[in-house]
């Protein structure tokens, strides 16, 4: 019985040993956005912790993904009848993150395989959760291809592949780019550490993304209040069209 529990540990102690982790830093943990906030840009670093030597034989590569707060949404797709375009098909897509961004430091199919992939859904199209679509809609699939192409377009959803810098298998870094468009939230930051395609270790963290002053101020009384807000709008509307017909008028006496 003793001889096995040798056995038993000294084939488990390699692999503990040999454990990876991640230790992480943040340039920024909180994304404030205000009226003039134009975008924003994150760096994210950190190091590989390990209690023996980093294998030789396998290179370590990193994978960075930030992605916003999902909620459904329905795709409608268009066709011209009658010389008018009308909506003839649409998919209800059960989630999809308003914000979404991968930085790897190989390119996405070196450094995980599919089936890790879809283990943890971290490429773009597993991100979104998208379970079925009525019958009578054909191609169903080019629906959320087209939410990704349209919210790519935007800067919305990143794959930034070779992005992560990562220094004798130890030290990583990259930069996101948050784009002026964001909703706020938390953003999930998953960092993944794979091997030959294959997830070692992973790690979580949030970076807050909130509104402040004045742009808080006018989305809370927009939901709270939307008869308030509307008539506010309206009442400013208003006061700039009369202000530049003012200005107009005495540019042309003088």
């Known amino acids: 019985m003793t001889r096995l529990l040798a056995l038993v540990f000294a084939l488990a102690f390699p692999v503990l040993a040999a454990a ?85 430091s190989a390119p996405f199919r070196d450094v995980i395989s599919d089936t890790e992939d879809l283990r943890y859904r971290v490429s773009v199209p597993r991100a979104i959760r998208s379970v079925g ?54 953003y999930k930051t998953r960092i993944f550490l794979t091997r030959s395609g294959k997830v070692v270790s992973d790690f979580e963290t949030v970076i807050d993304v909130r509104k402040v002053g004045l742009e808080r101020f006018l989305f809370n009384l927009s939901r709270q209040q939307p008869l308030v807000y509307g008539l506010m709008s309206l009442a400013i509307a208003i006061a700039a069209g009369w202000l530049a017909s003012a200005a107009f008028r005495v540019f042309l006496r003088s």
């Open 133 to 186: 679509a009525p019958m009578n809609v054909q191609n169903a699939e080019s629906f959320v291809e087209a939410v990704i192409r349209i919210r790519q377009e935007s800067g919305l959803y990143q794959l930034n592949e070779g992005a992560v810098e990562v220094t004798d298998q130890t030290l990583f870094r990259t930069q996101i780019a948050l784009p002026a468009n964001l909703t706020e939230g938390d």
């Open 20 to 104: 990876e982790g991640v230790v992480l830093g943040l340039s920024q943990k909180q994304v404030r956005i205000t009226t003039n906030f134009d975008g924003s840009e994150i760096l994210i670093f950190g190091a590989v912790k390990r209690e023996a030597p980093a294998p030789d034989s396998e290179t370590l590569e990193v994978i960075v993904a930030i992605e916003g707060p999902s909620s459904p949404l329905t795709v409608r797709r268009k066709e011209r009848k009658l010389g008018i375009w009308v909506n003839v098909d649409a998919v209800e897509v059960d989630e999809a993150p308003a914000f979404y961004a991968i930085a790897t």
